[in-house]
């Protein structure tokens, strides 16, 4: 999540007024995390807020790098009434081309924190950068469209992109005929999830990596709802999605190896603003993960998951203690023991996810 205090230290602030319950500037969430961990030098640049992500992200050299932007990219003040709005400004949106994102996942209950016009000011932005977004669009036949993607010869890596009223998203942001918006999740139901069957079967190609991302459930908590469950092994089974893209939580979930695709429940935030908040403590969302998922050049098997732990610290993304790691590794394998999968700690210090 880029917006909010995260914008405000970053070169070109939106104007920082907010219309929360508890706070009326942005720069409150700046001084926050001031208090907790020290001042940070402002302005940043456009590369400060990754940090030590950049080096990692430079060395892999993924293939694709996709993630959920719960912020919208604009200077529009037509909030909605919903106590929490993001936004970051159009020309911060630089940071975003710094990290080599390739694809925004758009389906979620903030982008459209700013009204219509906000959306389509984001839209705009990511279009102008270079940024393929997914999950929301100018109405609802591209806000349901996938996001195509040539990775090898004959490959491709297709993502679909949904938000669930469970997250919080409104009903009624889907988008319509002439109207801009999200593609709206409104049940986790069998037929549901045999409709999103049918979209990625009319598509996908044998030798297509398919991504079905979904913004579900609440922001804190581990239990994984049933209806979570056999939503996703519907989609693994029949129509061999190869990951299920799980978000919303502020921290990370289990994760299950299930049959020859994966299912991430909660993946957590890579960024927030969330520093010196207090409340919340026993989940440590400042501690975070870069989920690197590896394809055979061959195939669409997937062999394995590795996981990057980083901490969030002056609104940037630093190394992790190995006490930090450490409680990272033992909560995830925790809480993925019950999927049938393990997660443990390499000497490298990078997480693996293994079927047990």
């Known amino acids: ?11 070109y602030r939106s104007d920082p007024r907010i219309h929360e319950p508890m706070a009326s500037c942005a720069e ?14 402002r302005p940043v640049n456009r590369d400060y807020i990754w940090g030590a992500a950049l080096d990692e992200l430079r060395l892999a050299g993924p293939a694709l790098y996709v993630v959920n932007l719960e912020t919208a990219i604009t200077r529009s003040e037509d909030f909605l009434t919903k106590g929490i709005n993001y936004r970051m400004s159009p020309e911060n949106a630089e940071c975003l081309a710094a990290a080599g994102i390739d694809c925004c996942i758009l389906a979620n209950n903030h982008v459209l924190d700013w009204g219509e016009a906000g959306l389509i000011e984001t839209l705009d932005v990511l279009e102008k950068l270079g940024i393929q977004a997914v999950g929301a669009g100018r109405n609802i036949i591209s806000a349901q469209a996938p996001a195509v993607f040539e ?26 005929e002439n109207r801009a918006g999200v593609n709206v999740l409104r049940e986790l139901s069998d037929a549901s999830a045999l409709r999103i069957v049918r979209q990625i079967t009319q598509l996908k190609r044998p030798d297509d990596i398919v991504i079905v991302s979904i913004h579900w459930g609440p922001n804190w908590g581990y239990f994984v709802p049933q209806a979570q469950v056999r939503f996703a092994h ?11 893209f799980g978000h919303s939580s502020h921290h990370a979930k289990a994760i299950e190896r299930y049959r020859k695709g994966l299912i991430l429940y909660g993946c ?4 927030n603003d969330y520093e010196g908040i207090t409340g919340r403590e026993k989940y440590r969302d400042d501690l975070v993960l870069l ?18 732990p980083f901490q969030i610290r002056q609104f940037q993304l630093i190394r992790p203690s ?23 700690l390499q000497p490298s210090g990078r997480l693996l996810a293994e079927s047990n």
């Open 1 to 11: 999540m880029t917006g909010r205090g995260v914008d405000q230290i970053l070169r």
């Open 28 to 41: 409150e969430y700046v001084q926050l995390a001031e208090r907790a961990n020290g001042p940070i030098p």
């Open 151 to 176: 990775v090898g010869e004959n490959r491709r890596v297709i993502v679909f992109a949904f938000a669930s009223v469970t997250s919080g998203t409104p009903e009624n942001w889907a988008g319509g």
């Open 234 to 244: 519907c989609l693994i089974d029949e129509a061999n999605v190869s990951v299920v």
């Open 268 to 271: 957590g935030d890579f960024l």
């Open 291 to 308: 989920y690197a998922l590896g394809f055979d050049t061959s195939s669409a098997k997937l062999p394995g998951l590795e996981l990057v």
């Open 322 to 344: 190995k006490d930090d790691v450490v409680w990272i590794q033992r909560t995830l394998h925790r809480e993925s023991r019950p999927f049938g999968t393990s997660v443990r």
